[in-house]
C-alpha cells in the first residue's frame, strides 16, 4: 500500500487571530495536524482540510467586509449547528432546506469568513 496523498484540494484561509480561529474551526470537527508560528495546518482525516495564515496583508481582513467563504460538506449537519450554537460562537440560525436542494446553516468565523455546513436535502433521511 503507498503512502501517497490521495488527490485533494485544501483552501488557505487568511486570518486575524490563529488562535481563535483554531478553537473555531475545532468545534467544527478539525483539529490541527502541524503548526508553524504564522501557518496552521487542520484537518478531520476524512478529507475536510484547511490551512490558516496570519501572513496576508492585513487589508484583506478589514473588519465587516471579508469576502472570503467556505462550504464544509457534512451529514453533520444538524450536529455541528448545536456544537456552534452550544459554544456561543455568534449568531446561528437553525439549519433549513435551501431552494438550491441543500439543507444547511451559517456562521461567520472570528475573521468575518463566511462558513456554510450542508448536505443535500435529498440525501437527508
Not at 81 to 105: N, R
Not at 109 to 117: E, F, H, K, Q
Request: charged fraction near 20%.
Amino acid at each position: 500500500m503507498s503512502d501517497a496523498p490521495c488527490r485533494s484540494i485544501a483552501a488557505i484561509l487568511p486570518c486575524r487571530d490563529l488562535d481563535a480561529s483554531t478553537a473555531f474551526y475545532k468545534r467544527l470537527g478539525l483539529q490541527l495536524v502541524s503548526d508553524h508560528g504564522s501557518y496552521r495546518l487542520l484537518g478531520d482525516g476524512a478529507g475536510w482540510q484547511l490551512h490558516l495564515t496570519s501572513e496576508s496583508p492585513q487589508e484583506w481582513l478589514v473588519p465587516g467586509q471579508n469576502p472570503f467563504g467556505l462550504y464544509f460538506y457534512t451529514d453533520k449537519v444538524d450536529e455541528i449547528a448545536k456544537a456552534v450554537h452550544d459554544a456561543i460562537l455568534g449568531p446561528v440560525k437553525a439549519p433549513i432546506h435551501k431552494p438550491w436542494g441543500m439543507y444547511e446553516f451559517a456562521v461567520s468565523d472570528p475573521s468575518d469568513t463566511l462558513v456554510r455546513i450542508g448536505w443535500p436535502s435529498r440525501l437527508i433521511s
